[in-house]
Structure formats: structure tokens, C-alpha cells
């Protein structure tokens, strides 16, 4: 019984491990689907997309991410370069499907025009090192 | 003096964290795969309020639930029940402990979620938080002196599917239930549909913008037990659901739930009221 418990306790504690290593440092991107990854942004011609997008962001992702996205705490900077390259359906992926074992909750209970709107605000942003003093 | 100086500390502490709102869809009974963000805490209330017919006397039950985003696929709740009833008592209806967690780490087309429960109430409760067996309006009409001396520690297993299809959530939860009193299983179901009142979000940040509110409907009720499953003599029950939420503020939900069959109660009314603390176990001014 003893055995069964360490060998249970231990494919948990391996899987878990597993996922936290598979995902680090931006690996997220290399699963978007390639149909997903060129998807064409249905609000970027929106002029009120990025208003929007912004009191979504404030809404939901600012607790973590910080009012102005520059990160909080052990949450990333929304300003970084990685994000600023990836395409808007990449992170439109990331935003729908979240990053389970890295604490990002998917965010599919949104409507996807809202998460588009996100995408918009994000793009908007300054990259880090380039904000205007 | 101790008790004061503990809820005021517990208050104190619960309010340096920021409000924050969650895609929460606005069902009572039935759970979708959205969990709590992680690091926050949901405090609400959920009541029902309803009559069985004579003779019995109109009931009020509260659930008080605190719901936890143990990880992104993990959330933990707690709930504790109080029943009320007319020209009868007050009574404490026990506690229940949850955990939901999801296996699969994307999105699917339809997401499962693993529910695991137990309770430890008493015949008193009537917060009808589910609906199994052959659960029926006449548990509901017996003195809550008498129902309460009923102990009733019970597991609680729920396979839960939701999917999220153009803005609209559709949930569907498998409930199985034992009585560890040697009961034999008991099943049900719960079904729900719903739907934000405007998928856009506004530019500009407002309390009565529809993309605020949402709506749908539920659908619940029992399967039987073990030895004689289907819907004979199962309580059903249908209604319709509301939701909103204050920006940066609670969340209200009502529903009108109307029996089905006699089986059922006639109906009953949910108000549910809720408040999200966010990352309250987050030091303030971390490494950026």
C-alpha cells in the first residue's frame, strides 16, 4: 500500500515538473496551431478596439499583470518583447487556452471579439526599454 | 473580545486585496469549466427560497461559500448551510468541501472537469445545492426539530463538460452521490446554457453595459438510484437564470426555478451574491 502511494506520489510529482519545464521561458508559442498563429485580428480596423481592450485588460488581467502590464510579483510583463513579436493570433491562443500548470487561467469564458480587444490593447503598448520617460 | 479582534483582523486582511470580476457564468446549480483564478478568493452567498405544498412551511437556506484558486486547474471551495423555516427554526445544515480540478492543461472542444465532494449535513438542510435519487418535495414538509437529528455524511462525485461556443457556455455535469451510511448510489444530472447580453466590451468602463450581464437557463433533477434508476418518481426541475456584475465590484444572480413534475417542489426562487478578492496571499511590491 505504502509502495503504491510514493509510486502514485511520484508520477504526480514527475508529471507536474514535466509540465512546469515544458511550458518556461515562452515555450507556449511552439504549441499554437499554425491556423491559429496566422489568424487575422477581426478588431483591427476597430478604432475603439484598444479603449475596449483596455477596460477589459483592467477588468481581468490587471490584478496579475499590473494596471500599466508591466508585470507584478512573480506574474511577466505583458510589455516584453516576446509579446510585442508574437502574432495577435498567437496570443489570442495563449489567451483562450491559458497556461494551466504555470498559474495563467484560460480565459475562454470571454468572448473571443473581448479577447481580440485585449490583443489590440496589448499591441498598443510601448515595448519594455522603449517607454517614453 | 477574542472572536472581535479575529473578524475584524480576517476583514482587515480580506480588504487589502482588490476586487476583481471572473468569467463566472450565472448558473446555481450546474458548474462549467471555468475555476477560480489562482491566489483568488470568491466569497458569496447562495439562498433558495421555496414552499412545498401543504403542509408544509415556507423555507429559507443559505450557503455561504468561499471558493479558492488553489492553481490555474485546481479550485477549492467551501460551503456552509443555514436553513430557515417558517414558524419552525433556524438550524445549521452543515458544511461541504469540494475540489474541482481540470486533467486536460487546453481548450477543448468539450472540457471535462473532475468534481470531488464531501459533505457532512443534516436532513434539515434544503439549500438544494443538487438534486439525486428520488430527492423529493416531501423531504421538505417534516419538523426541521425532527430532520436535523438525520446525520448524513456523503461523497460526492460530478463529471462536469462544458464548452464555450461563439459566447455562449453549454454545461452538462453527471452527479454521482453515496450516503456512506450504507446507502446505495444515487444519480443526477444538471444542464445549463448561457450567454453574455453583448459580447463586445464597451470603451468605456459602466455598471449597466450589457457585456455586464448575462443570461440562460438551467435544467436539473434526479436519476435514481442504484437499484431503480431513470426518471420515476425524481424530482425536475427548469428556470431561467440571470447575471450581473459590478465592474470591480459583487456579483448578483437570481433565478426562478419551476418544478417539473409533483414530485417537485412548485419552485424555487435563487438570489446569489458574490465578491472576488484577488490574489490575497500576493505580497504587495514583489519583483517585477
Redesign the interface.
Known amino acids: 500500500m505504502r509502495r503504491t502511494v510514493l509510486c502514485l506520489a511520484l508520477i504526480l510529482g514527475s508529471t507536474s515538473t514535466w509540465l512546469a519545464a515544458s511550458d518556461s521561458n515562452g515555450a507556449w508559442q511552439s504549441k499554437v496551431p499554425q491556423k491559429d498563429r496566422v489568424r487575422v485580428n477581426p478588431q483591427a480596423l476597430d478604432p475603439q478596439a484598444v479603449e475596449a481592450g483596455a477596460v477589459v485588460f483592467a477588468r481581468h488581467c490587471a490584478s496579475c499583470h499590473g494596471s500599466d502590464a508591466a508585470g507584478l510579483g512573480k506574474h511577466p510583463s505583458l510589455r516584453s518583447a516576446r509579446i510585442h513579436q508574437a502574432s495577435d493570433g498567437e496570443i489570442q491562443w495563449l489567451l483562450r487556452n491559458g497556461s494551466l500548470a504555470h498559474g495563467m487561467p484560460a480565459w475562454s469564458g470571454l468572448p473571443e471579439i473581448q479577447r481580440w480587444q485585449i490583443v489590440r490593447y496589448l499591441h498598443s503598448l510601448p515595448q519594455e526599454g522603449n517607454r517614453p520617460r | 473580545m477574542n472572536l472581535k479582534l479575529i473578524c475584524f483582523g480576517t476583514l482587515a486582511w480580506l480588504s487589502a486585496g482588490?476586487p476583481?470580476?471572473?468569467?463566472?457564468?450565472p448558473y446555481f446549480v450546474t458548474y462549467?469549466h471555468?475555476?477560480e483564478?489562482?491566489?483568488?478568493l470568491e466569497i458569496g452567498t447562495k439562498m433558495a427560497i421555496g414552499k412545498p405544498r401543504n403542509p408544509g412551511h415556507r423555507f429559507f437556506a443559505d450557503s455561504t461559500e468561499f471558493e479558492y484558486?488553489t492553481?490555474?486547474?485546481w479550485t477549492t471551495e467551501l460551503y456552509v448551510d443555514v436553513t430557515g423555516t417558517k414558524d419552525e427554526s433556524t438550524v445549521f445544515g452543515g458544511f461541504r468541501l469540494e475540489n474541482r480540478i481540470?486533467p486536460l492543461?487546453?481548450?477543448f472542444w468539450i472540457?471535462p472537469v473532475l468534481y470531488f465532494e464531501f459533505e457532512d449535513i443534516n436532513g434539515a438542510d434544503k439549500s438544494v445545492l443538487e438534486v439525486v435519487g428520488h430527492d423529493a418535495a416531501a423531504d421538505f414538509v417534516d419538523d426541521v426539530q425532527q430532520t436535523r437529528q438525520e446525520k448524513k455524511r456523503e461523497v460526492e462525485f460530478k463529471l462536469i463538460f462544458s464548452s464555450?461556443v461563439?459566447?455562449w457556455?453549454f454545461s452538462e455535469n453527471l452527479i454521482f452521490e453515496k450516503n456512506l451510511n450504507n446507502s446505495p448510489w444515487e444519480f443526477g444530472y444538471a444542464l445549463g446554457a448561457s450567454r453574455?447580453l453583448r459580447?463586445?466590451?464597451?470603451?468605456?468602463?459602466c455598471t449597466f453595459c450589457l457585456?455586464n450581464m448575462s443570461t440562460g437557463a438551467e435544467l436539473y433533477g434526479g436519476l435514481g438510484d442504484r437499484y431503480t434508476s431513470g426518471l420515476h418518481n425524481t424530482s425536475q426541475y427548469a428556470g431561467p437564470v440571470a447575471q450581473w456584475q459590478i465592474?470591480?465590484g459583487p456579483r448578483f444572480s437570481f433565478e426562478t426555478g419551476f418544478g417539473l413534475n409533483s414530485y417537485s417542489l412548485p419552485h424555487i426562487v435563487r438570489i446569489g451574491v458574490a465578491y472576488e478578492f484577488?490574489?490575497i496571499f500576493?505580497?504587495k511590491g514583489?519583483?517585477?
Open positions: 482588490t476583481a470580476s471572473a468569467q463566472e457564468v462549467s471555468h475555476m483564478e489562482p491566489g483568488s484558486g492553481t490555474a486547474w481540470r492543461m487546453r481548450e472540457n464555450d461563439k459566447g457556455n453574455p459580447l463586445r466590451a464597451s470603451a468605456a468602463a457585456d465592474p470591480n484577488d490574489q500576493r505580497r514583489g519583483l517585477r
